[in-house]
């Protein structure tokens, strides 16, 4: 069965640095979307992406933040001048239609911000 | 805000018995979905059910849904250990391409 995979698995970054989290959705999906997790708590919003443009954004994802999809495969968030608050476990997830068909998630990358 | 919240925050059961956890919401739905995660690991789509749907069953999954209450439950019928897990209620409204989490539920099955 086709999956989300996301890469790194851990990445490891200091303060005020720039970091580059990718993820390969399905392939044949339309709708990708990224979620932030802090310590196994609550599953926060960050952004959805539809043809190639931003349709939703939480109030998170602020000038700090940016996704983009390079290449025909390939979804990223960027986060620039990272802080120590942006450590967690960052989700991608991918789906077919607009409404009603389910999320499907990569395993996420943790990030740790030093 | 239309995010679910659920309710227990925690359940920890005997192996054999039923599970129940509800969740809440605020706001119009297109649907609403339940999943699952093993600890740090990404979430797992169990079931949808759409706002004129009031009950839907898949395998020991059973989840209902009152759009006048804004509320849900899925209730998992004879646990087993491998469905220790965390829980999660999501919401998708009808204009947004936003799928709202909500804080979940830690169930702990005890052998």
């Known amino acids: 069965e086709p999956e989300v995979t996301q890469t790194p698995s851990h990445q490891v970054t200091q303060m005020g640095q720039e970091v580059i989290l990718r993820c390969v959705p399905i392939?044949?999906?339309?709708?990708f979307y990224w979620y932030r997790q802090i310590l196994g708590q609550k599953v926060e919003f960050l952004v959805s992406?539809?043809?190639?443009?931003?349709?939703?954004k939480s109030e998170i994802f602020d000038d700090q933040f940016s996704v983009e999809r390079p290449d025909g495969s390939n979804f990223t968030l960027k986060i620039r001048s990272t802080k120590l608050e942006d450590s967690a476990m960052y989700f991608c997830?991918?789906?077919?239609?607009?409404?009603?068909?389910?999320?499907?998630f990569g395993n996420g990358t943790r990030l740790t911000v030093t | 805000s239309q995010q679910g919240e659920e309710d227990p925050q925690a359940l920890s059961i005997q192996e054999g018995e039923n599970a129940t956890m509800n969740c809440s919401y605020k706001?119009?739905?297109?649907?609403l979905q339940w999943y699952r995660q093993n600890s740090g690991r990404g979430l797992v789509h169990l079931i949808l059910?759409?706002?004129?749907?009031r009950e839907k069953h898949s395998g020991r999954l059973r989840v209902t849904l009152d759009t006048s209450k804004k509320s849900s439950s899925l209730l998992i019928t004879a646990s087993r250990a491998a469905d220790t897990a965390s829980y999660f209620c999501?919401?998708?409204?009808?204009?947004?391409?936003?799928?709202?989490f909500g804080k979940g539920t830690r169930l702990h099955i005890l052998p």
């Open positions: 392939s044949n999906h339309l709708y």
């Open positions: 059910i759409r706002s004129n749907e």
């Open positions: 997830a991918s789906k077919g239609d607009r409404a009603g068909s389910p999320l499907h």
């Open positions: 992406f539809y043809n190639n443009e931003i349709s939703e």
């Open positions: 999501a919401t998708e409204g009808n204009r947004d391409d936003k799928i709202i």
């Open positions: 706001t119009s739905i297109n649907n």
